[in-house]
């Protein structure tokens, strides 16, 4: 079984979408302090609960001149 890396600071969940990764955290109001909000605020389970996302403007694609939105993902554990 893979070791999972908890963050616990805005600083290391920032580090972490910097690599592309989706980081795994304790500190919801860390969280939110850098826009994310629950995914499924209504989900079925525990998991469905603790996905959240935001949504990062990277400005404008040179091809066709549409804005260009990415999804970034974070998790939330209890």
Known sequence: MANTIIVHDPEGIQRMLRHGLAPVTDNRQALMALGFA??????????????????????YRSSDFRRMLVEQIAHLIA
């Open 38 to 59: 629950a995914k499924y605020p209504n989900g079925r389970d525990a998991y469905e609960r603790g996905i959240w996302s935001r949504s990062v403007d990277h400005g």
